[in-house]
């Protein structure tokens, strides 16, 4: 029989997303439900003095208002812990407010417009603080998160960087800037809380039960088994739904007073302030090369911003450490803070921006070499991890390269820019290296039959549209010999044995790996003549050795053809491909899927997203779909994905990797590159808007 | 969303009256006023739904124009025939806005009364002298780069974002009117939006209570026509900037031209110098660009909008090129 | 300060309309949305909330066939109407075509943005049959038809950030040609 796993089957989740039944957190009803409304900050620092509610209070309806001064005692805020998401979220805990947008009083009533309408007459009045909101402001101030908190620095250093750079033939040295982007799930955060005999559940949209159920038990001071979190199906979550939010934390609050169900619902608006964002960056990228392309030196050194509220530090340079071979190598990673809301991961946290500033870089010493950036990078193909030193446990950059180039037709790009036009369009052609770092993480899992050909799995992943539940069902019927039919997945419980939940792409690998090892065990206690009817077994996986003996990574390389408007400026995508290499692929349609969503979320990167802040009001002024902009179907010509075979030994018992972050990386700085390609347009500010390419058009044409 | 009563009257004369109380206001597609509600910037005491109104025809004109109701969708001006093949600039201006489920629920009236998308207008807590006069200009200073180059005050760099009236500006449409008082007027729509100067707060110059019934279209121009629309994305996004025009050239020589900017002022922009400058001269790229350069010749930019400059102009020059190249 | 109190349930509104085939006679806040009407009111949450301003699709339904944003409508301004949801598009067990298109295709990957993307869909597929014209059209007095660039300019009100656009544009070209033979 052909393997189960890896087949292109469809979702099993398909038929209830499809025909509207598969219930999001907003869906959730509960009798007697109260509706919450979140009033927020409307300064960036400083204090509440005064909160005036009495409209709210006495509107028709109106069943409380939560401020600082009414709020239940909550557990403190922890400034590190070892899961970040798994900290207390005190929730109107003073009245301090730390930036816009910050949560300040809710509003419970009997109906959502009443709530709505209550929380738009609270007036609060504050004493205003000075804050810092631009990064460059901030440079000064800047420091090197893992040297705070543990001493060791985060730098990594070999050989003689600044001379091997001096001496260099070639040189490149340049700054690259990414603005702040945001998850902009289509679903809102949401959620409904309810008490039942002293034991709270919440139904929230989370990406990771565990660390939310610790979070919502350890604020609201409850015993871990007084709380249930569930999460059944995730609107999207892009690390944006890794932490709790104020939804769940004070929709739990609310409910314990008021003793019945709430539900709150974050409005568009709000996510941009209440819940994450990826950082803006200043990056610095000095490569030096041989005539003939062979890098001398890579120094990559990023700052990124940090909040006041809390402190995060995201991994820029992670990837260029491993990705490209020479003997004096510089990385550092330096964070500010700025008193603006709190950054968290977003997809491929690291490598979706690093790589938007060194993959622009390589193509820049391409041209400067006058030589093909495939070549450029084959040239600097590592033996190991230049590193690490360790050995890559796969690598498959250069098939994925050639084949891509191949299949793009590559041959056909014209290396002058703007030689290449299709009536009043300018096309051009560029490409890009992927890299993500593959990880393992520890996972448990619970295979139970219901009867000698029915099996139920039991974890608490989440599917947030990637295709968890599809997996785990072809894994479980893969190793029990059962057709993935009659494989029952319930995901997204805290009852169900802990797993990493989904970020950073270790999801599908620790929670396939962990349930191989029930299904195993299971198979082995069948084997050994256990009757079948109610047979349970538990399976676990940690990461082992091969981690430390091994660079892991899965590689991708992107191709992106484009066309600028000769009048305009407008770049417009006319077709991408992208040829990854991620270990064995355990459902074909599903990860090309999300390959193609990771490869469009490039493109928003390179054209599109970014929230603006406003410095005067230390807000994001961007707020909203129409002004925060992601790609429309418009956007997307003919984008597509493939996937090379491969099988990494090292990674974990099914030889997979992660790939719901491997498409953004490097996807974003191929458009860049094709940019240029078009029309000479060498922009290092993302997005790469319409008015930052016209001067070069003023300049070619006038 | 404060609260409000909510009535549904048959006749224009109640529709008017019932709109002319304090705190009375119009709904019919509800696409921006609703998005506005919520947001608090508006908050009605009283909504008048005119969806029940006779405002539905769509007929000929004894001029020889089109009478397009008010409450015709966006959708069906764009779908009709005889806006296709007669008015080609408004169907593009209207299908090159929103989305098609926008398009399908807003209504002719609606579009023209549509709003700002400022940001600093969309937030309660910032100054605005739209939303609050008096309170100031929060995007001078501040994120401008979506914002009026032409026509602004000290007060307000607000710009239109409608795409049907910078068509309908081409091509010199007029908006009937029914006041309250039952007297029925038509203004040229270059009359209906206003420039903000001190008092940014009206966006019209209708008086409250007054209502569109209908837009007028003259007889088809001669000559070709285009909207060019610029953005951020390659759909469903509000425009950087865009021009309608209609250009009629005899023997290489123009003989007539009408402009209409969208994406630059507090209204849609009629570059007048640039309009008499063409007439009569050469159809040529250097005519072209002499009269784009006279239409953005008083552009008063901000620090986050100076390309809007060199793009209209740009855009100006292209589309009397192409328009020229195609004929006619 | 505007006081907030509702208007009396006394002078709210009745709305008599036609969801998914079932009258039905509301009186309910004059605030309440049409998408609130329907989560809130109905149970029927196929339809999603995922902006509340017209700006993501995700709320789409059919309003006397025609694809409209629920969210930036009042239920009280859809007085007479027939309103189809995701709910009402299938015929209990057998699925709409560009259902199974979608899933096939897998054009969906959160599936959020689905109920509002086959709505719109099917929205779509009506006005190729009236002649509504696109601004893809080269020219727009052209009769339209349906490729993937129209489809995608067409369906641009509904946004999906997983991005299964191209499996959504395969699923719906699937679907049509379908239709068609």
Same mark, same amino acid.
């Given at each position: 029989?052909?393997?189960?796993?890896?087949?292109?089957?469809?979702?099993?989740?398909?038929?209830?997303?499809?025909?509207?039944?598969?219930?999001?957190?907003?869906?959730?009803?509960?009798?007697?439900?109260?509706?919450?409304?979140?009033?927020?900050?409307?300064?960036?620092?400083?204090?509440?003095?005064?909160?005036?509610?009495?409209?709210?209070?006495?509107?028709?309806?109106?069943?409380?208002?939560?401020?600082?001064?009414?709020?239940?005692?909550?557990?403190?805020?922890?400034?590190?812990?070892?899961?970040?998401?798994?900290?207390?979220?005190?929730?109107?805990?003073?009245?301090?407010?730390?930036?816009?947008?910050?949560?300040?009083?809710?509003?419970?009533?009997?109906?959502?417009?009443?709530?709505?309408?209550?929380?738009?007459?609270?007036?609060?009045?504050?004493?205003?603080?000075?804050?810092?909101?631009?990064?460059?402001?901030?440079?000064?101030?800047?420091?090197?998160?893992?040297?705070?908190?543990?001493?060791?620095?985060?730098?990594?250093?070999?050989?003689?960087?600044?001379?091997?750079?001096?001496?260099?033939?070639?040189?490149?040295?340049?700054?690259?800037?990414?603005?702040?982007?945001?998850?902009?799930?289509?679903?809102?955060?949401?959620?409904?809380?309810?008490?039942?005999?002293?034991?709270?559940?919440?139904?929230?949209?989370?990406?990771?039960?565990?660390?939310?159920?610790?979070?919502?038990?350890?604020?609201?001071?409850?015993? $871990?088994?007084?709380?249930?979190?569930?999460?059944?199906?995730?609107?999207?979550?892009?690390?944006?739904?890794?932490?709790?939010?104020?939804?769940?934390?004070?929709?739990?609050?609310?409910?314990?007073?008021?003793?019945?169900?709430?539900?709150?619902?974050?409005?568009?608006?709000?996510?941009?302030?209440?819940?994450?964002?990826?950082?803006?960056?200043?990056?610095?990228?000095?490569?030096?090369?041989?005539?003939?392309?062979?890098?001398?030196?890579?120094?990559?050194?990023?700052?990124?911003?940090?909040?006041?509220?809390?402190?995060?530090?995201?991994?820029?340079?992670?990837?260029?450490?491993?990705?490209?071979?020479?003997?004096?190598?510089?990385?550092?990673?330096?964070?500010?803070?700025?008193?603006?809301?709190?950054?968290?991961?977003?997809?491929?946290?690291?490598?979706?921006?690093?790589?938007?500033?060194?993959?622009?870089?390589?193509?820049?010493?391409?041209?400067?070499?006058?030589?093909?950036?495939?070549?450029?990078?084959?040239?600097?193909?590592?033996?190991?991890?230049?590193?690490?030193?360790?050995?890559?446990?796969?690598?498959?950059?250069?098939?994925?390269?050639?084949?891509?180039?191949?299949?793009?037709?590559?041959?056909?790009?014209?290396?002058?820019?703007?030689?290449?036009?299709?009536?009043?369009?300018?096309?051009?052609?560029?490409?890009?290296?992927?890299?993500?770092?593959?990880?393992?993480?520890?996972?448990?899992?619970?295979?139970?039959?219901?009867?000698?050909?029915?099996?139920?799995?039991?974890?608490?992943?989440?599917?947030?549209?990637?295709?968890?539940?599809?997996?785990?069902?072809?894994?479980?019927?893969?190793?029990?010999?059962? $057709?993935?039919?009659?494989?029952?997945?319930?995901?997204?419980?805290?009852?169900?044995?802990?797993?990493?939940?989904?970020?950073?792409?270790?999801?599908?690998?620790?929670?396939?790996?962990?349930?191989?090892?029930?299904?195993?065990?299971?198979?082995?206690?069948?084997?050994?003549?256990?009757?079948?009817?109610?047979?349970?077994?538990?399976?676990?996986?940690?990461?082992?050795?091969?981690?430390?003996?091994?660079?892991?990574?899965?590689?991708?390389?992107?191709?992106?053809?484009?066309?600028?408007?000769?009048?305009?400026? %407008?770049?417009?995508?006319?077709?991408?491909?992208?040829?990854?290499?991620?270990?064995?692929?355990?459902?074909?349609?599903?990860?090309?899927?999300?390959?193609?969503?990771?490869?469009?979320?490039?493109?928003?990167?390179?054209?599109?997203?970014?929230?603006?802040?406003?410095?005067?009001?230390?807000?994001?002024?961007?707020?909203?779909?129409?002004?925060?902009?992601?790609?429309?179907?418009?956007?997307?010509?003919?984008?597509?994905?493939?996937?090379?075979?491969?099988?990494? $030994?090292?990674?974990?018992?099914?030889?997979?990797?992660?790939?719901?972050?491997?498409?953004?990386?490097?996807?974003?700085?191929?458009?860049?590159?094709?940019?240029?390609?078009?029309?000479?347009?060498?922009?290092?500010?993302?997005?790469?808007?319409?008015?930052?390419?016209?001067?070069?058009?003023?300049?070619?044409?006038? | 969303?404060?609260?409000?009563?909510?009535?549904?009257?048959?006749?224009?004369?109640?529709?008017?009256?019932?709109?002319?109380?304090?705190?009375?206001?119009?709904?019919?597609?509800?696409?921006? @006023?609703?998005?506005?509600?919520?947001?608090?910037?508006?908050?009605?005491?009283?909504?008048?739904?005119?969806?029940?109104?006779?405002?539905?025809?769509?007929?000929?004109?004894?001029?020889?124009?089109?009478?397009?109701?008010?409450?015709?969708?966006?959708?069906?001006?764009?779908?009709?025939?005889?806006?296709?093949?007669?008015?080609?600039?408004?169907?593009?201006?209207? @299908?090159?806005?929103?989305?098609?489920?926008?398009?399908?629920?807003?209504?002719?009236?609606?579009?023209?009364?549509?709003?700002?998308?400022?940001?600093?207008?969309?937030?309660?807590?910032?100054?605005?002298?739209?939303?609050?006069?008096?309170?100031?200009?929060?995007?001078?200073?501040?994120?401008?780069? @979506?914002?009026?180059?032409?026509?602004?005050?000290?007060?307000?760099?607000?710009?239109?974002?409608?795409?049907?009236?910078?068509?309908?500006?081409?091509?010199?449409?007029?908006?009937?009117?029914?006041?309250?008082?039952?007297?029925?007027?038509?203004?040229?729509?270059?009359?209906?939006?206003?420039?903000?100067?001190?008092?940014?707060?009206?966006?019209?110059?209708?008086? $409250?209570?007054?209502?569109?019934?209908?837009?007028?279209?003259?007889?088809?121009?001669?000559?070709?026509?285009?909207?060019?629309?610029?953005?951020?994305?390659?759909?469903?996004?509000?425009?950087?900037?865009?021009?309608?025009?209609?250009?009629?050239?005899?023997?290489?020589?123009?003989?007539?031209?009408?402009?209409?900017?969208?994406?630059?002022?507090?209204?849609?922009?009629?570059?007048?110098?640039?309009?008499?400058?063409?007439?009569?001269?050469?159809?040529?790229?250097?005519?072209? %660009?002499?009269?784009?350069?006279?239409?953005?010749?008083?552009?008063?930019?901000?620090?986050?909008?100076?390309?809007?400059?060199?793009?209209?102009?740009?855009?100006?020059?292209?589309?009397?090129?192409?328009?020229?190249?195609?004929?006619? | 300060?505007?006081?907030?109190?509702?208007?009396?349930?006394?002078?709210?509104?009745?709305?008599?309309?036609?969801?998914?085939?079932?009258?039905?006679?509301?009186?309910?806040?004059?605030?309440?949305?049409?998408?609130?009407?329907?989560?809130?009111?109905?149970?029927?949450?196929?339809?999603?909330?995922?902006?509340?301003?017209?700006?993501?699709?995700?709320?789409?339904?059919?309003?006397?066939?025609?694809?409209?944003?629920?969210?930036?409508? @009042?239920?009280?301004?859809?007085?007479?109407? %027939?309103?189809?949801?995701?709910?009402?598009?299938?015929?209990?067990?057998?699925?709409?075509?560009?259902?199974?298109?979608?899933?096939?295709?897998?054009?969906?990957?959160?599936?959020?943005?689905?109920?509002?993307?086959?709505?719109?869909?099917?929205?779509?597929?009506?006005?190729?049959?009236?002649?509504?014209?696109?601004?893809?059209?080269?020219?727009?007095?052209?009769?339209?038809?349906?490729?993937?660039?129209?489809?995608?300019?067409?369906?641009?009100?509904?946004?999906?950030?997983?991005?299964?656009?191209?499996?959504?544009?395969?699923?719906?070209?699937?679907?049509?040609?379908?239709?068609?033979?």
């Amino acid at each position: 029989m052909d393997s189960i796993i890896g087949q292109g089957i469809d979702r099993i989740d398909g038929r209830a997303k499809i025909t509207g039944a598969a219930a999001y957190a907003a869906d959730k009803r509960a009798p007697d439900m109260a509706h919450g409304a979140i009033v927020t900050a409307t300064i960036a620092r400083g204090r509440i003095t005064s909160i005036e509610s009495t409209t709210a209070r006495n509107t028709l309806g109106v069943l409380m208002v939560m401020t600082h001064e009414n709020a239940p005692r909550q557990a403190p805020f922890q400034a590190r812990a070892d899961d970040r998401h798994a900290r207390p979220k005190p929730q109107l805990a003073s009245d301090e407010v730390q930036h816009f947008g910050a949560p300040v009083a809710l509003v419970v009533a009997e109906t959502p417009e009443a709530a709505r309408a209550a929380a738009d007459s609270v007036t609060v009045v504050y004493e205003k603080s000075a804050g810092v909101f631009e990064l460059g402001d901030a440079s000064r101030d800047a420091y090197d998160p893992l040297k705070a908190s543990e001493g060791e620095s985060s730098d990594s250093h070999i050989g003689a960087v600044d001379a091997a750079f001096d001496a260099a033939r070639t040189r490149i040295d340049a700054i690259y800037t990414t603005p702040y982007q945001c998850h902009a799930m289509m679903e809102p955060h949401a959620s409904l809380a309810s008490w039942q005999n002293g034991k709270l559940t919440v139904w929230s949209s989370l990406q990771l039960i565990e660390s939310a159920h610790k979070s919502i038990a350890d604020t609201l001071l409850l015993e $871990p088994d007084h709380v249930e979190v569930i999460s059944e199906y995730v609107g999207g979550g892009f690390g944006g739904k890794l932490p709790v939010h104020a939804d769940a934390i004070l929709a739990a609050l609310a409910a314990r007073e008021l003793g019945r169900p709430v539900r709150i619902v974050l409005t568009r608006q709000q996510m941009f302030h209440v819940t994450t964002h990826r950082p803006a960056s200043i990056q610095r990228v000095r490569l030096g090369a041989d005539a003939d392309g062979t890098l001398t030196s890579i120094a990559h050194q990023s700052l990124s911003q940090s909040a006041r509220a809390d402190e995060f530090s995201e991994p820029i340079v992670n990837a260029t450490r491993s990705l490209y071979a020479a003997p004096n190598r510089l990385t550092s990673q330096r964070i500010a803070t700025l008193d603006l809301p709190v950054p968290d991961s977003m997809r491929a946290p690291g490598e979706a921006i690093g790589l938007l500033a060194l993959e622009q870089a390589m193509d820049e010493l391409a041209v400067a070499l006058d030589m093909d950036p495939i070549a450029l990078r084959l040239r600097n193909e590592p033996e190991q991890d230049p590193e690490k030193r360790v050995p890559f446990s796969t690598r498959a950059l250069v098939p994925c390269l050639t084949e891509g180039a191949r299949r793009f037709g590559w041959d056909r790009r014209r290396k002058q820019p703007g030689t290449t036009r299709d009536g009043r369009w300018l096309v051009g052609m560029g490409m890009a290296a992927a890299i993500r770092g593959n990880f393992l993480r520890k996972a448990s899992a619970r295979v139970t039959l219901k009867s000698a050909r029915r099996a139920v799995v039991e974890m608490d992943m989440t599917d947030i549209g990637t295709g968890s539940y599809t997996v785990l069902a072809q894994i479980a019927a893969e190793v029990l010999g059962l $057709p993935v039919e009659n494989i029952e997945v319930r995901l997204g419980h805290s009852g169900y044995p802990d797993t990493p939940g989904s970020g950073g792409s270790f999801g599908a690998s620790s929670c396939g790996a962990a349930l191989h090892d029930a299904c195993t065990k299971l198979k082995a206690r069948l084997a050994a003549g256990e009757g079948a009817q109610g047979l349970s077994a538990e399976g676990h996986v940690t990461p082992g050795e091969d981690y430390k003996k091994y660079s892991q990574f899965a590689y991708g390389a992107h191709f992106a053809e484009v066309g600028v408007d000769e009048t305009t400026g %407008e770049v417009r995508l006319r077709r991408m491909l992208g040829v990854f290499s991620a270990g064995r692929i355990l459902n074909a349609k599903t990860a090309r899927s999300q390959l193609i969503g990771g490869m469009i979320w490039g493109v928003g990167a390179a054209l599109e997203e970014e929230a603006v802040v406003d410095p005067r009001f230390g807000a994001f002024i961007t707020r909203d779909l129409a002004s925060y902009h992601v790609p429309v179907h418009a956007d997307v010509p003919d984008v597509d994905a493939i996937l090379l075979d491969e099988l990494d $030994p090292h990674a974990n018992v099914l030889g997979s990797k992660g790939v719901g972050e491997l498409g953004i990386c490097g996807a974003g700085a191929a458009i860049a590159n094709a940019v240029y390609n078009a029309c000479g347009a060498r922009v290092r500010s993302y997005p790469i808007t319409l008015d930052k390419v016209l001067p070069t058009l003023l300049d070619r044409m006038e | 969303m404060r609260p409000f009563t909510f009535e549904r009257p048959t006749s224009i004369a109640a529709a008017t009256l019932a709109a002319s109380q304090l705190g009375g206001k119009f709904i019919a597609g509800g696409t921006n @006023l609703l998005d506005l509600m919520k947001v608090d910037v508006e908050r009605p005491t009283s909504l008048v739904d005119i969806s029940a109104l006779p405002l539905r025809d769509f007929g000929a004109t004894a001029e020889g124009g089109l009478r397009i109701g008010a409450l015709v969708s966006n959708t069906d001006i764009a779908s009709d025939n005889r806006i296709r093949e007669a008015y080609p600039v408004l169907a593009e201006a209207l @299908l090159n806005g929103a989305s098609a489920q926008l398009r399908n629920q807003a209504t002719a009236g609606g579009n023209l009364m549509q709003r700002t998308r400022c940001p600093y207008f969309y937030d309660v807590f910032m100054p605005c002298n739209k939303r609050q006069p008096g309170s100031g200009c929060s995007a001078i200073g501040g994120y401008s780069r @979506l914002h009026a180059i032409l026509g602004a005050s000290r007060d307000c760099i607000a710009v239109h974002p409608s795409d049907m009236a910078v068509a309908l500006t081409a091509l010199q449409a007029e908006i009937e009117v029914h006041a309250p008082s039952g007297v029925v007027r038509t203004l040229p729509i270059c009359a209906l939006h206003r420039l903000p100067d001190e008092t940014p707060d009206h966006d019209t110059s209708l008086a $409250p209570g007054e209502l569109i019934s209908a837009i007028i279209l003259p007889p088809p121009a001669r000559g070709k026509q285009a909207y060019r629309k610029v953005r951020d994305r390659a759909s469903f996004a509000f425009a950087v900037v865009s021009v309608a025009a209609i250009l009629d050239c005899s023997s290489r020589t123009v003989r007539d031209v009408r402009l209409a900017l969208g994406g630059v002022a507090h209204k849609p922009w009629q570059p007048r110098a640039a309009e008499r400058a063409l007439v009569g001269a050469p159809a040529s790229g250097a005519s072209f %660009e002499a009269a784009a350069r006279a239409a953005v010749a008083g552009a008063e930019p901000q620090p986050g909008n100076q390309f809007k400059i060199d793009l209209a102009r740009r855009l100006i020059a292209r589309t009397l090129t192409d328009l020229a190249a195609r004929g006619g | 300060m505007p006081q907030s109190h509702p208007i009396s349930s006394a002078a709210w509104p009745t709305t008599r309309l036609t969801i998914n085939g079932q009258k039905h006679e509301l009186t309910v806040d004059p605030r309440t949305t049409l998408l609130d009407t329907l989560r809130d009111h109905l149970g029927l949450t196929g339809s999603k909330k995922g902006c509340d301003h017209g700006q993501c699709g995700a709320c789409t339904v059919l309003v006397n066939g025609a694809r409209m944003n629920a969210c930036l409508s @009042l239920v009280a301004m859809r007085h007479g109407d %027939e309103i189809v949801t995701i709910e009402g598009l299938g015929e209990s067990e057998t699925l709409h075509p560009l259902q199974q298109a979608f899933w096939t295709h897998d054009g969906l990957q959160c599936g959020f943005c689905t109920p509002g993307q086959i709505c719109s869909a099917v929205g779509m597929f009506r006005e190729i049959e009236h002649g509504v014209p696109s601004a893809a059209m080269a020219n727009v007095a052209a009769t339209p038809s349906l490729d993937a660039v129209e489809v995608r300019e067409r369906m641009s009100g509904n946004i999906c950030r997983c991005s299964a656009y191209p499996n959504i544009v395969a699923a719906i070209l699937d679907s049509r040609q379908g239709h068609a033979g």
